[in-house]
């Protein structure tokens, strides 16, 4: 069995992002175990894809359960974590739920999909400063991944009514798209309205952090 050398492991990680009409949008766990800057025993892979699977198949205590087993056998791994998080906050138990994925964040750093879910769960939690701090350096991190500037966006329209931040990250998130989000771009004009933006304000980029 191969030696571990660093303390991450590359994952596609199940986050979700709010919306205006307080909805969220799920996303299934991919199981990508490949990783260039570490050897991941093959047991691992094999025990890393079977709990996504359980997941996907909504099977959360069989998920929860070889998760768990996992962050014993390899403790350096985020991703066993990371899902353990994810699992928490569809159980709504937010503690549990930011526990581990701050276990996962300290263990890969870099990986913004951790980021955004622990964001995700301190804006459940009323956390809205902490939440606010996650998204943003996910941005930091990864300033042409869009994922982040939704979230961002609809935190500080719904939750901490800063509607010139919020209009400006919306319209950040939809210059990141191939082609415009039709459901984002009537929350910017109805933003705008509300905040009395007009579109071409440059307010907008000057209040932004």
Known sequence: MPLLKFTSIALLLLFVVGCSNSGVIDQTVDANVESSIIDIPNQAAVDFKLA?????????????KHLLKMTLDYPVLSGPFANLGVIYSQQEEWDKSVEMLKVAHEKNKNNIKILNQLGYVYRQKGSFYEAEKCYLNAIELAPRDSSAYLNV??????????FVKASNYYQKYQRL?????????????????????????????????
């Open 52 to 64: 996504i699977g359980f997941m996907n198949d909504k099977k959360m205590g069989l998920a929860e």
């Open 153 to 162: 966006g609809v935190l500080y329209d719904i939750y901490m009514g800063k």
């Open 177 to 209: 798209q191939d082609s415009p989000d039709r459901k984002v771009a009537g929350w910017i004009v109805d933003i705008n309205r509300r905040a009395g933006i007009k579109a071409n304000n440059t307010q907008i980029a000057s209040e932004a952090p």
